[in-house]
């Protein structure tokens, strides 16, 4: 997934999408809900070490 190649993994917490805060999966959802498939987006998150990661990620279709 395009998540995954950006160096997100398992126990990440995403904390920002797009420039847009994400405290919750809702949060997440609706940052999502306004993102189409092919745009670039930046992705914020911290690993379970508490280490602070950023990537660009292009967003793939929800379709498999």
């Known amino acids: 997934s395009p998540a995954a190649t950006s160096g997100l993994a398992e126990g990440d917490t995403i904390t920002s999408l797009d420039g847009h805060a994400v405290r919750s999966t809702s949060d997440l959802r609706s940052v999502l809900g306004t993102l189409h498939p092919g745009q670039d987006v ?7 070490a508490g280490q602070r990661q950023r990537s660009s990620v292009t967003l793939a279709s929800a379709e498999g």
């Open 42 to 48: 930046s992705l914020t998150w911290v690993d379970p």
